[in-house]
T-cell receptor, first 112, second 114 residues
Framework: GQQLNQSPQSMFIQEGEDVSMNCTSSSIFNTWLWYKQDPGEGPVLLIALYKAGELTSNGRLTAQFGITRKDSFLNISASIPSDVGIYFCAGQPTFGNEKLTFGTGTRLTIIP | ETGVTQTPRHLVMGMTNKKSLKCEQHLGHNAMYWYKQSAKKPLELMFVYSLEERVENNSVPSRFSPECPNSSHLFLHLHTLQPEDSALYLC?????????????FGEGSRLTVL
């Protein structure tokens, strides 16, 4: 089946630093999404991308849909303590009722 | 009321017990989902319902039995589970089946099978 490789698996950063993480696939996706899961909560959708090459921002978060359609990147600028959590990428081969494939997540920890 | 509510938040059960997980969404969505989240593994889709009809069953063992009495409520009935079924079970909803990417998740039910 389709798999998404997400890296890094974990990150330890200091408050104020910028964060970059990415997600790659061996097959093409036409929709990429980024979710965040806070401890003890369910995932929450951060950004959805529907077009190859698209760059979309949501506050301090910026995500890009790779031009090859096989990867996506998420950047967080000037991290703050509430950014702690697990970030998941997810992809769909086509837009619509086709199930999502999720990555294994990037766990972000902020060192005081 | 929050968007998607799951109960119980935590459940410990023996292998011979029968229990149920409940999910309720207050968003007016037409599609609901059960996902399983295990450590170090991607989220696994278990069941999909659209307008109370099951549209997908991803080779889930029969010891998991879903029920969707209306578009706002979803249950997962559990019986004779195995210890490897211990996981976080997440319910989600979306506006419609055409928007399965944009999911609204509940907080999850943490299940431990002894």
């Amino acid at each position: 089946g389709q798999q998404l490789n997400q890296s890094p698996q974990s990150m330890f950063i200091q408050e104020g630093e910028d964060v970059s993480m990415n997600c790659t696939s061996s097959s093409i996706f036409n929709t990429w999404l980024w979710y965040k899961q806070d401890p003890g909560e369910g995932p929450v959708l951060l950004i959805a991308l529907y077009k190859a090459g698209e760059l979309t921002s949501n506050g301090r978060l910026t995500a890009q849909f790779g031009i090859t359609r096989k990867d996506s990147f998420l950047n967080i600028s000037a991290s703050i303590p509430s950014d702690v959590g697990i970030y998941f990428c997810a992809g769909q081969p086509t837009f619509g009722n086709e199930k999502l494939t999720f990555g294994t997540g990037t766990r972000l920890t902020i060192i005081p | 009321e929050t968007g998607v509510t799951q109960t119980p938040r935590h459940l410990v059960m023996g292998m011979t017990n029968k229990k149920s997980l409940k999910c309720e969404q207050h968003l007016g969505h037409n599609a609901m989902y059960w996902y399983k989240q295990s450590a170090k593994k991607p989220l696994e889709l278990m069941f999909v319902y659209s307008l109370e009809e099951r549209v997908e069953n991803n080779s889930v063992p029969s010891r998991f039995s879903p029920e969707c009495p209306n578009s706002s409520h979803l249950f997962l009935h559990l019986h004779t589970l195995q210890p490897e079924d211990s996981a976080l079970y997440l319910c989600a909803s979306s506006h419609s089946l055409a928007e399965t990417g944009e999911l609204f998740f509940g907080e999850g039910s943490r299940l431990t099978v002894l």
